[in-house]
């Protein structure tokens, strides 16, 4: 699977891409990253991606031809391509989209707003879908984009190394633990012992239906 990201912040992306599981997954050719700066497909020598809101309002917009430009570019034809819109009134992204997009597309493309947000004909030329990530609103699509491409990588075989990793069904691993007693460690200015904290007596009970009857309860369940 493909990603492309047209972003006027490209750094901010390539930074998150060349690090740990997603720089492992490209190395090993699982999926692929292009970050395009939409500044490189303006036409004036300012590279200006923005103007005041047609019919007045508040801040800047940014114009659609740059990015409409950035994105023919991208020769999606053929492909099976989704293009997304980030965009705190989108449709909120989850897992059960994250496992199904990761399965249906071949491409995914993500335009990063800033400012007041994109010219609207941008979402109906090259039939978008707004996607939010939570109700907030954050200065820019580029954070988003990032989320979604995490979570949707994740669902591709390979990537996590041990697929059983992937909770198809589930989505947060039951609570977690490294050994029986957390080691003494200070604590302003006494140290505390590790002996209070122990792991859930199920866990050293040996009994390994119990601790995965104790698992599944603790787990928050999402059909895929
Ligand atoms: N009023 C604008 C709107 O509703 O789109 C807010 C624009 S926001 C300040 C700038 C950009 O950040 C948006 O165009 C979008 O790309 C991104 N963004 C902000 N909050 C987001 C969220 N919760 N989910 C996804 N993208 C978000």
């Known amino acids: 699977m493909k990603f492309h990201f047209l972003t006027i912040f490209p750094d901010m992306i390539q930074s998150y891409l060349d690090e740990a599981m997603l720089k492992r997954a490209a190395e090993k050719k699982l999926v692929a990253f292009d970050v395009k700066n939409i500044r490189d497909y303006t036409l004036d020598k300012h590279k200006k991606v923005d103007e005041r809101p047609y019919g007045g309002g508040p801040g800047m917009v940014m114009t659609p031809e740059p990015i409409l430009r950035a994105h023919a570019k991208l020769k999606m034809k053929g492909k099976k391509t989704k293009v997304v ?15 199904k997009w990761a399965k249906s597309y071949s491409d995914i493309v993500f335009i990063c707003g800033r400012y007041e947000g994109v010219d609207d004909r941008v979402r109906k030329i090259l039939k978008a879908e707004e996607v939010s990530i939570g109700d907030f609103v954050l200065t820019g699509g ?26 198809e069904s589930r989505i947060a691993s039951p609570r977690v633990f490294t050994r029986p007693e957390v080691l003494e ?9 590790g002996k209070k904290h122990k792991v859930p007596p199920v866990l050293v009970s040996g009994d390994h239906k119990k601790i995965e009857e104790w698992r599944k309860s603790q787990q928050k369940e999402e059909k895929i």
Do not use: W, Y
């Open 142 to 167: 580029e954070l988003p984009a990032l989320v979604m491409t995490d979570a949707i990588c994740r669902q591709i075989k390979g990537v996590l190394g041990d697929h059983a990793s992937v909770e």
């Open 85 to 99: 819109m980030l965009s705190p009134q989108g449709k909120l992204f989850n897992n059960v989209m994250a496992a």
């Open 185 to 193: 460690f200070p604590k302003s200015t006494k140290t505390v012992k």
